[in-house]
């Protein structure tokens, strides 16, 4: 067996925002013997999984799930709705949301790529209004669809797409609503059917705590009658099939049958849970990791407070400091991975996930790593962030939603 | 955990043609902690795993692996080498075969399907004579891939790649060759570099013995020059950014890395054996299970001897039987998986598969539950099966390749 | 990773009388984190496996869970009860009964040994007769303890308790009654207090499928008295401390946690299933394997039908045959372990467990093993009986106790 | 399967003295299936990890290995060397200590129980030149045994064996040296044969990272001599039938064989990483806890600089405050299992445990842990223990012994 651990001895810290830590119990599940995907006790497993995973996105319309990981969501979602040259609205908030763009392009679709100006841009969320100007410029409906990010994986900073539906609403403009909360999904709140979205994309290795493989496109009625007519060619991501054979429990082609294990089990644990308990220990984690970033003295890179990410947060180093020397050193001493800086933040920042299979004092420990890293790399500190989440963590106990 | 297993008791004997049995060895690697797919140990970890790869494929030229089933890997080949409209030649060996045929128009290819006629056309290999002749009529080389199934997962039938990459080169044709080994591949010969062939097509949940969820594309230089302007649209099965990325160990987009793990597991002993001793085994076993069939007096769907697959046999009911419900019987009596007859099959025929995590008594076991659930079933039986395979294992001691 | 099998494919037949193969479900429940053996969750998964265990041994009394493989809970019946020089009487069932003698002896205890005559006396169970006549004879009541094994692991012979209790009764002697069920517990019926036993010795290794390392004192009122005043020296084994410390759900010492973790989840497997479809499975399984060795035209090791044990059957080997050398070939050609004779018995018989992790195929593959390699090492055959037991299991579906 | 983990999301955090946490790879190899004990197979992984275990133990002489808890290995100990009457001289260095000499008696051995006064005594190691001193008092040589504990389990108190051993010289007194180093073994130097120890006692769950379930004697001639002439009654724990059976690799009795594969694989786990590198990690781990403890101004509970544990630290509470209530809130609030003062130690001091599956940030978890929970209990602590602990680890990386 290949030794992955360079470390002597213990656990490794990971606390990048995804894959996220994986509770024993899902790697247990997914131990089970493969069994057939055409017998009948898969049929019940499917069924089973697929009901389940709706109460997820909070939607009763299908969820197609593929045996793919979360980039080719992104991909289905595309293929099964657009049309060469059609033109979509996608909203920069950082470096994942460039990716779907640069994806667009490569699949023919003519992306238009809204922002705030330059690195500030990825400080912020969608801005709603102006989606809803350039949508009300688009009299004669060439904009096919509005792409957003929910949770900005790399840069910590969540949009408001209730927000987004409103302005398009406002608009009076019919195009489709797609959403990627791919490290958003089981962490922070999120409502497929209230707020109209078409098409949400996510992924299993972030708030489901699975390792990744598995990944989602929940759909709506108008997104479905869009794939009638779309002419991108498809085949493993088009929907009519799986929707179809998804009816009694089966998909059209193999499925990852151990990983559809790990994801039943994952949605055992979030439901048994609760989601709203779910979501106000994430919340609760960052605000606990925020506190220590301000007790450092250092700036989070989400800029407004409004839309902080309860998944991770994103921790800006001094000017002159190379935030991946910084975390290449945490990483060798302390056993500790972080997200790095993606794309403009590249060196800029480092990423704290706080998501899967976690707990008060695994942030104190990854906030441990961090602070005694930072200073070995002669970051200047303010005060000691540690100490300042343990407090907080202390004097503000999980409650629990009822 | 939802309960999987319908029966009380004692462990199910999965013998369908894949997913094969997973090895606990297997199971248990897959069960290490995720890690940072951006960081060190996954670099080393990936440059591990695409060196082995390679000698499974017999080839030195770039494997793609994909984080997807298998399905998904045909996809990857055609879009990666072909334009709207390209014409291709198929040939229909079997379901499989068929499904290839109906992606490709899906995705905007122009398949030509050739096979020799009805049922019987499922019964034999690939006629490379057949292909020659066909390619030697297109003088102005419109047909831009051959595409073949090296192993018919859904009749049990091998075809001569070689013959077909002879029959190419006598009709001095340039099409690519892409060939289908998903069940095929570690439990038959197959040699990627010395066939000629352009793009071979595989999957983790056959003879690699892993769950689904893992699919490969390896290369040619020819198939990489036809991705360089191929006009289907393409971005998460692009070749170009996953073979750069691969270079250093990584991937452009979030690998499956516990599946990785278990590929690494899977290559240790599929090497450890040597390939040479593994297609023997599996040869020797369907040597076995046919003498069951004969024994029976019962016919082998495949009907021509040079190229029964060493991985599957497919068993012919009698007129008037219906497969599924002997099929059925057995499942429920003997916790016995059998794969059922696929397209033009169905009904007519069961599969025994022979591969995986299995051994001499794994099959006699199987056959025993065939035996007495066709009888059950009022099928007519001339002899005994298991006593035949008995004696034929007994009698032929696995020989080791040097 | 030490890697412990000598076979290159497959998962090996472990059909010996225990230990018997281990469900996954109860390896999967063994690789939960260890916890504090004297923190809250501890006492609640205390409490919950004491009550259970005591449904198995179908009692209402104490039983003592042993963090100590089977052997140790016999000196523990011993030292709790007896003091030195004390007088036992005991019945040579087989070589564990041999064994429980020896132990007494170098306890300090002396038994009287009754028993019939030669290596017959190991084909036969207890005499109940016997006993009462001696027992008559017994005028003092000098004989403190009347000890016997209930299912013999060594000769697949049973014996029957409540005539062992019936004798006793008849007899008007005090003396305690002590037996041995570690194979026969949850695969045969046993009812500790409804037969008036007063110590049952009992292992997890067996019909429990656990590993070995949990062993079993069941008590009586009669027992708990005896440990008051006897003189035998004792600490780790004291009853006392334990059923003390038991109250709460904890033990005087360290337990052995992950085990009592697997014995937590056979107990819900077992329970789950129902005692008396457990019963009826092994019946049927034992009865399907003496009609293969009937096919074989050779003996059952068992001459008296009312007392064949449902958990291993004891095969006779011709005379001149070497049991042992036959079993060392099906190891090495068939990935197939049976148990050895033992004591009287070595050489002259081989051992088919029939307990476990099983089903009927799985038994159909050990027979096949058996069959092939009895073959081939020249031992001549009547008839197949991989058919009969075939023939058997499918004419006899498993019945459900209501 | 029973839910253990009454928290809600998240890893505990087992920072008890033992058992410790289980590294996964442990786990994972105690998952293997269970192989038959008389095969082939175990003789050689019982004789690889007999040869393995010696190295542990620094002996050439034999190891036995229990299939029980540690304190079974405290009653071999003494049964098989004692005989009833015999005195023994034993050191109350703690609790730990007071159960053997309880044990003793149950035995009916007679132990002089040596120690400093009160409770005092409890934060001190052995005092050599007092055993010194009884020793030479001894003319007739009454005392056949001196029984001490190198690694107080429930002070965090090692004593100076190699003194012990001196002041037995230097008496010329013959008595037999027996240690328990239960939690002492693999992580504070050990080293049975120069320090001329008779027999030394540990067990599985503490430096071994395994779970309870197997201990150990170690042996030296004069021990196996006396065993000779012993008159304790004893079989389970009889060194001389196993002693012979392991000259093979096999045991007398049932083995628990699914630990000693755990043993196997932990035993490749400290000889793969160097005895000596292990030793200095935990001398790092209980200096960075001690300076923890230091700068929260409390009181290390051992008082000689020269004999702190390098495996736990007792943390000692201010006067008036219930060690135990914090513990409790410690254990609901942070999910962190902490040890608690035993006997005379009780309510006064709670239990830090560095050992088993650490690093240096599990630690600060811990102490971070700590640190909250007495602050929620009102306990004054005069600095940060975690920024003390963090820097102690950040200045002093980790060295290794070449």
């Given at each position: 067996?290949?030794?992955?651990?360079?470390?002597?001895?213990?656990?490794?810290?990971?606390?990048?925002?995804?894959?996220?830590?994986?509770?024993?119990?899902?790697?247990?599940?997914?131990?089970?013997?493969?069994?057939?995907?055409?017998?009948?006790?898969?049929?019940?497993?499917?069924?089973?999984?697929?009901?389940?995973?709706?109460?997820?996105?909070?939607?009763?319309?299908?969820?197609?799930?593929?045996?793919?990981?979360?980039?080719?969501?992104?991909?289905?979602?595309?293929?099964?709705?657009?049309?060469?040259?059609?033109?979509?609205?996608?909203?920069?908030?950082?470096?994942?949301?460039?990716?779907?763009?640069?994806?667009?392009?490569?699949?023919?679709?003519?992306?238009?790529?809204?922002?705030?100006?330059?690195?500030?841009?990825?400080?912020?969320?969608?801005?709603?209004?102006?989606?809803?100007?350039?949508?009300?410029?688009?009299?004669?409906?060439?904009?096919?669809?509005?792409?957003?990010?929910?949770?900005?994986?790399?840069?910590?900073?969540?949009?408001?797409?209730?927000?987004?539906?409103?302005?398009?609403?406002?608009?009076?403009?019919?195009?489709?609503?797609?959403?990627?909360?791919?490290?958003?999904?089981?962490?922070?709140?999120?409502?497929?059917?209230?707020?109209?979205?078409?098409?949400?994309?996510?992924?299993?290795?972030?708030?489901?705590?699975?390792?990744?493989?598995?990944?989602?496109?929940?759909?709506?009625?108008?997104?479905?009658?869009?794939?009638?007519?779309?002419?991108?060619?498809?085949?493993?991501?088009?929907?009519?099939?799986?929707?179809?054979?998804?009816?009694?429990?089966?998909?059209?082609?193999?499925?990852?049958?151990?990983?559809?294990?790990?994801?039943?089990?994952?949605?055992?644990?979030?439901?048994?849970?609760?989601?709203?308990?779910?979501?106000?220990?994430?919340?609760?984690?960052?605000?606990?990791v925020?506190?220590a970033v301000d007790a450092w003295g250092l700036e989070?890179?989400?800029?407004?407070?409004?839309?902080?990410?309860?998944?991770?947060t994103?921790v800006v180093m001094p000017?002159g400091v190379d935030a991946d020397a910084v975390r290449l050193l945490i990483y060798k001493r302390f056993?500790l991975?972080l997200?790095?800086?993606?794309?403009?933040?590249?060196?800029k920042m480092f990423r704290i996930?706080?998501?899967?299979?976690?707990?008060?004092?695994?942030?104190?420990?990854a906030l441990g790593g961090c602070e005694a890293g930072m200073k070995l790399s002669g970051v200047e500190l303010k005060g000691s962030g540690v100490?300042a989440a343990?407090?907080?963590?202390?004097?503000?106990?999980?409650?629990?939603?009822?």
């Amino acid at each position: 067996m290949l030794t992955l651990d360079f470390h002597p001895s213990g656990r490794h810290f990971l606390q990048i925002p995804g894959p996220s830590p994986v509770p024993d119990r899902i790697l247990r599940a997914m131990s089970l013997p493969t069994i057939d995907h055409r017998g009948p006790e898969f049929g019940a497993l499917g069924l089973e999984v697929l009901g389940k995973i709706q109460k997820i996105f909070k939607t009763e319309q299908p969820v197609v799930i593929y045996p793919a990981s979360g980039t080719g969501a992104w991909e289905a979602a595309l293929v099964n709705t657009l049309s060469m040259g059609d033109k979509v609205l996608m909203f920069e908030t950082g470096h994942f949301a460039t990716l779907w763009d640069k994806m667009a392009r490569r699949l023919g679709v003519e992306p238009e790529f809204l922002g705030l100006p330059g690195y500030d841009g990825w400080r912020a969320g969608v801005q709603a209004d102006m989606i809803e100007r350039r949508l009300r410029e688009d009299i004669e409906h060439s904009i096919k669809a509005v792409c957003v990010v929910h949770n900005e994986t790399s840069t910590g900073v969540t949009s408001d797409i209730a927000a987004v539906r409103g302005a398009m609403d406002a608009a009076g403009h019919p195009a489709l609503l797609m959403v990627d909360t791919i490290s958003g999904l089981a962490c922070a709140d999120y409502q497929h059917d209230a707020w109209g979205v078409d098409v949400t994309i996510s992924g299993s290795q972030k708030g489901l705590m699975l390792p990744p493989g598995i990944s989602f496109n929940a759909l709506s009625a108008k997104a479905l009658q869009a794939s009638r007519t779309s002419q991108l060619p498809k085949s493993f991501w088009a929907w009519d099939e799986i929707v179809a054979a998804n009816k009694t429990g089966y998909w059209p082609y193999t499925p990852n049958t151990n990983l559809l294990y790990g994801l039943n089990e994952a949605l055992d644990m979030i439901l048994g849970e609760g989601l709203d308990n779910v979501f106000l220990r994430h919340q609760r984690w960052g605000a606990g990791v925020r506190a220590a970033v301000d007790a450092w003295g250092l700036e989070v890179q989400c800029q407004d407070p409004a839309v902080h990410s309860p998944v991770l947060t994103g921790v800006v180093m001094p000017e002159g400091v190379d935030a991946d020397a910084v975390r290449l050193l945490i990483y060798k001493r302390f056993d500790l991975s972080l997200g790095m800086g993606l794309g403009k933040a590249k060196g800029k920042m480092f990423r704290i996930g706080h998501l899967g299979d976690c707990n008060d004092l695994t942030l104190i420990a990854a906030l441990g790593g961090c602070e005694a890293g930072m200073k070995l790399s002669g970051v200047e500190l303010k005060g000691s962030g540690v100490l300042a989440a343990l407090d907080y963590f202390a004097t503000h106990p999980l409650r629990t939603a009822n």
